[in-house]
């Protein structure tokens, strides 16, 4: 092969111009549109995978948008059926079908919400009617002087008779009573004075110890508003009072009631076992918290503008030796419990969700499937293979994010799902702290929450007085006349030591 020769560093070609290799189109020519056409070839494919990357991006959103939309249209589903339930008839045998699932929750306080069938008492059950009074206050002959079929006037009274027992209210009427304080003269210090308290009487007050905590409890216990109370006490006792002396009422009754609120605020930091929930409350329309911590025996309550962790903390110490039963919610994970136990009626619920969500979804059905059956199996007593469960998706990431979150979850907390199955005296849900709520979730509906920061106080000291006496059985109505007469100490043991009997 004959050697390319080496041309001379100044050497052009005489035909650079019309080059007859290039149909005589100019070579300089040619140069310049070919950088032109690979600058832009650069552009196009720079643009090419720029497109590549936005459709994969909008891939990934859109995917994300259809899990959403599943997952609203099955909120949206769960809404409607509680709302506007099935009616009664033939057909129904897929509203039975659910109604047989709902039925296997492990929420036993939710209900049905799809009734069918007849409404009532089940077949075969034993029919019951009130009891018969212990006592009787006042006797009243029937009789007849003629005859109700022929007006014959000729009768004659037989020895059977039929006795009908009626209770009823006595109409209440306003009590006054003067209580006459003496004076009397000491030849000791040769002072003159008067003093003492009568039985009942609130010194300064013009309203007694009944009607103040009767007040009360048509406000905390029962849930009317102010203006309501004021016509109940008016219609039903003649006693006529000011919707604001009643605000009055309710600052005197929180500060009698301090030194029970503080009793109780140390019961639940030294107590074995504690659950923790909170719920919005609007203080003159700005949105704040109520806390709740209780157990079988107290209710604490406290309106806090903070849902961070810092109110657990103040309640429960930087190291509480009991166990604390809460949901999933970040606030409670600092808390330094010694053990913990989280609501599996949350995990239940979120499993169910998903499975009416993302039906179609293969891998989301089968990981919702194992977990309900796992969380069933641990809740009933039965073995349960946790282990082969958390071997089996440790490391398996599951496409749908919703699905996904669950999963991270379960890991998460894998620790704290199971506590109660090693203390039976805990329960695997926290639906206490939920039904605890629920008086101030229907208190908020028919008042709209505080007014001013003085209105969360009482409520926070009223309202867990009268929930704690209940769970222990008092009369709530009489503890709240005993903390207006008597003292602390004594209206405590009363609370604790003395409950109803059933």
Same mark, same amino acid.
């Given at each position: ?42 552009? !196009?494919?720079?643009?090419? #995978?720029?497109?590549?990357? $936005? ?8 995917? /994300?948008? &259809? *899990? ?75 009789? !007849?002087?003629?005859?109700? #079929?022929?007006?014959?006037? $000729? ?8 006795? /009908?027992? &009626? *209770?009823?209210?006595i109409p209440a009427r306003v009590k006054v009573t003067c ?69 009055? #009422? ?50 604490l309550y406290h309106i806090d503008p903070s849902r961070g ?72 007593g039965k073995r349960f293979p946790i282990k082969t469960f ?113």
């Open positions: 092969m004959r050697e390319k020769q080496k041309l001379p560093w100044d050497w052009e070609c005489h035909q650079q111009d019309h080059c007859p290799h290039l149909d005589g189109v100019s070579t300089q020519w040619t140069l310049t549109e070919l950088e032109m056409v690979r600058s832009q070839n650069s552009h !196009l494919w720079q643009e090419v #995978f720029s497109w590549r990357d $936005e459709n994969q991006s909008l891939r990934q959103e859109l995917k /994300h948008l &259809q *899990e959403e939309n599943d997952w609203l249209k099955a909120q949206l589903k769960q809404v409607h059926r509680r709302w506007y339930r099935t009616g009664k008839g033939k057909g129904k045998d897929k509203d039975k079908n659910t109604e047989k699932e709902d039925n296997e929750n492990l929420d036993p306080e939710e209900e049905n919400t799809t009734p069918s069938g007849k409404r009532g008492a089940p077949l075969g059950h034993p029919g019951t009617t009130r009891s018969k009074p212990d006592h009787v206050d006042e006797t009243i002959d029937v009789t !007849l002087h003629e005859c109700p #079929f022929c007006r014959g006037e $000729e009768l004659t009274e037989c020895d059977k008779t039929e006795d /009908h027992y &009626q *209770e009823d209210i209580y006459r304080h003496h004076y009397y003269y000491c030849a000791h210090c040769q002072n003159t004075f008067s003093g003492g308290v009568g039985e009942g009487e609130l010194p300064g007050s013009y309203i007694g110890p009944y009607a103040r905590s009767m007040s009360a409890f048509l406000r905390y216990g029962i849930g009317i508003p102010y203006r309501k109370v004021r016509v109940i006490l008016e219609e039903m006792a003649g006693l006529k009072i000011d919707a604001s002396s009643l605000v009055n #009422f309710d600052k005197h009754l929180k500060r009698k009631a301090q030194s029970f609120y503080h009793d109780l605020k140390d019961k639940v930091r030294w107590s074995d076992h504690i659950h923790a929930d909170e719920t919005g409350w609007p203080v003159n329309g700005k949105g704040q918290w109520l806390w709740c911590f209780t157990n079988s025996q107290l209710a962790s810092k109110v657990p903390l103040s309640f429960l110490g930087d190291q509480y030796n009991g166990i604390l039963i809460s949901d999933f919610y970040s606030a409670y994970g600092p808390i330094k419990a010694w053990r913990k136990q989280k609501c599996l009626v949350h995990l239940l619920r979120d499993c169910k969700k998903l499975q009416e969500a993302f039906p179609k979804d293969v891998e989301v059905m089968v990981f919702a499937d194992q977990l309900i059956s796992l969380l069933k199996k641990a809740t009933s958390l071997k089996f998706w440790e490391k398996k990431r599951i496409e749908n994010t919703r699905a996904e979150k669950l999963r991270k979850r379960v890991f998460k907390f894998q620790e704290e799902l199971f506590t109660f199955r090693k203390y039976p005296q805990i329960d695997s849900n926290n639906n206490l702290a939920e039904r605890q709520l629920r008086p101030n979730v229907i208190m908020r509906k028919i008042t709209y929450g505080s007014r001013e920061t003085s209105g969360t106080s009482n409520h926070s000291i009223i309202m867990s007085l009268i929930q704690t006496a209940k769970l222990n059985g008092n009369r709530e109505l009489e503890i709240l006349q005993d903390v207006l007469t008597k003292d602390p100490e004594s209206v405590i043991r009363k609370i604790y030591s003395h409950p109803r009997s059933a």
